[in-house]
């Protein structure tokens, strides 16, 4: 599964962004996912769709602001991100992954669960 990022760039605060994740197919049987990572920190998981069963998930700090979605006809995940921050400013990478695992019954967006990864968009906003 190759994967590319795009749609990355810079914006003011409270500004809007859709990033875009090509893939080579197979969108609909694996699970896939946006994450970030910003200078000095971990790599975050954003938002996850589940391959199995199209189960969303989104961390706290960009629930009600971003939004994934997937058009499996163009093998395509986007990620619409609303009212922009400050420290949303990282690099944004897509990853897919073969199988979904649950911990504790819920799907989770974590690093280690994905297989393949595509090469990060570089977000920055400005206050």
């Known amino acids: 599964v190759q994967l590319q990022a795009s749609g990355g760039g810079s914006v003011q605060a409270g500004g809007s962004l859709r990033l875009s994740c090509a893939t080579s197919?197979?969108?609909?049987?694996?699970?896939i996912g946006w994450f970030r990572q910003a200078p000095g920190k971990e790599r975050e998981g954003l938002s996850c769709i589940a391959g199995t069963d199209g189960t969303i998930y989104y961390a706290d700090s960009v629930k009600g602001r971003f939004t994934i979605s997937r058009d499996n006809t163009k093998n395509t995940l986007y990620l619409q991100m609303s009212s922009l921050r400050p420290e949303d400013t990282a690099v944004y990478y897509c990853?897919?992954?073969?199988?979904?695992?649950?911990?504790?019954?819920?799907?989770?967006?974590?690093?280690?669960?994905?297989?393949?990864w595509g090469q990060g968009t570089q977000v920055t906003v400005s206050s």
């Open positions: 197919g197979l969108l609909h049987y694996y699970g």
């Open positions: 990853a897919s992954s073969r199988g979904d695992i649950y911990y504790g019954g819920i799907y989770q967006c974590r690093e280690g669960d994905f297989n393949f």
